[in-house]
């Protein structure tokens, strides 16, 4: 069974700081993909980045990048340069390949931006 | 990006009352469609998998008399939670791809008062 753990319930970060989110994964699949979200107070699902289990190279999307170990089964989240806008929730996931693409998520982090 | 439209955003209505939410894809043909709910400070749990033109897949545990799901179209997919009462209570949001192995796009979310 696919499981997702997220062990950081919440943080606290200053403004301009940068701040790491810790995800680990168990799968037996070799394919998989791994994708982080944030969810604001409103609720909405925000997509902010994918990894494939193949990619050769970390993701980057502007100040988000995954810091992908896949022997150690992980994918941290990274947010470089932190905004008072990027308070939120932060949920990793991973893709079941074989279930037409359905996530499971994990418990989430709570980032809250600080002046 | 991709665009996924869901309604209504907010509902509150008597016990006993059907509740039809809906899901649409704005700008793509969405294969598949999720139906999530999650709880206040918890993360999403995955209710049911549809496949259009087909019947939902429902998760363990899920009641699908309670939780009727319709695809019947690329870009309509409608959850009807049935003689809704109060543990019903929960945010619940949709999400569609077109194919496995493309990010899901979620909707901004339904939150459902059953008084």
């Known amino acids: 069974a696919q499981k997702i753990t997220q062990t950081q319930p919440g943080m606290f970060v200053q403004e301009k700081e940068a701040v790491t989110l810790d995800c680990t994964y168990d799968?037996?699949?070799?394919?998989?993909?791994l994708f982080w979200y944030k969810q604001p107070s409103s609720g909405e699902m925000i997509f902010l980045i994918y990894?494939?289990?193949?990619?050769?190279q970390n993701a980057t999307e502007g100040r988000y990048s995954l810091n992908f170990q896949k022997a150690r089964k992980s994918a941290n989240l990274v947010i470089s340069a932190s905004q008072l806008g990027d308070s939120a929730m932060y949920f990793c996931?991973?893709?079941?390949?074989?279930?037409?693409?359905?996530?499971?998520f994990g418990a989430g982090t709570q980032v809250v931006v600080t002046p | 990006g991709a665009v996924v439209s869901q309604h209504p955003s907010r509902v509150i209505c008597k016990s006993g009352t059907s509740v039809k939410i809906e899901c649409r894809s704005l700008?793509?043909?969405?294969?598949?469609m999720f139906w999530y709910r999650q709880f206040p400070k918890q993360s999403l749990m995955l209710m049911a998998t549809s496949n259009e033109g087909s019947k939902a897949t429902y998760e363990q545990g899920v009641e699908k008399d309670k939780f009727l799901i319709n695809h019947a179209s690329l870009t309509l997919s409608t959850l009807t939670v049935t003689s809704a009462h109060p543990e019903d209570s929960s945010f619940y949001i949709c999400?569609?791809?077109?194919?496995?192995?493309?990010?899901?796009?979620f909707g901004d979310g339904t939150r459902l008062s059953i008084l």
């Open positions: 990894q494939g289990s193949y990619d050769q």
């Open positions: 999400s569609a791809t077109g194919l496995s192995n493309q990010p899901q796009h």
């Open positions: 799968t037996s699949d070799p394919s998989y993909g």
């Open positions: 700008d793509f043909q969405a294969t598949t």
């Open positions: 996931a991973m893709r079941d390949v074989d279930s037409w693409g359905k996530l499971q």
